[in-house]
């Protein structure tokens, strides 16, 4: 079992920044790989970013490609997703979610192929 939680959320105006921590214990968590979602008011939970085992991978949804930077501590056990230049359309819950992988560089995109998730963390953005 692996627990995450999600902190770093609130409320920013449009054109600010946030950083985002999912915090996981329990299994050795550089045996993941991990990854964040959001979910807007009325809409299907979507992809936002992944990044491999090793760090040595990461994809971005094109909506954040250029704003949000995905990263990890494998010695902290955390994993952050530093964003800026944010707009309202990135007002969400945003969940971070972790796959056991023997992949070092593989990196997942679809909610199915992640095994553990964190209750999530609102992000608002007010223009």
């Known amino acids: 079992q692996v627990q995450l939680v999600e902190s770093g959320g609130g409320l920013v105006q449009a054109g600010g920044s946030l950083r985002l921590s999912c915090a996981a214990s329990?299994?050795?968590?550089?045996?993941?790989?991990m990854g964040w979602f959001r979910q807007a008011p009325g809409k299907e939970r979507e992809f936002v970013a992944t990044?491999?085992?090793?760090?040595?991978?990461?994809d971005y949804a094109d909506s954040v490609k250029a704003r949000f930077t995905i990263s990890r501590d494998n010695a902290k056990n955390t994993v952050y997703l530093q964003m800026i230049s944010l707009k309202p359309e990135d007002t969400a819950v945003y969940y971070c979610?972790?796959?056991?992988?023997?992949?070092?560089?593989?990196?997942?995109?679809?909610?199915?192929?992640?095994?553990?998730w964190g209750q999530g963390t609102q992000v608002t953005v007010s223009s």
């Open positions: 329990g299994r050795t968590f550089s045996g993941y790989a």
């Open positions: 990044i491999s085992r090793s760090a040595g991978r990461t």
């Open positions: 979610a972790a796959r056991s992988t023997t992949g070092l560089s593989f990196t997942y995109k679809r909610e199915y192929e992640y095994d553990y």
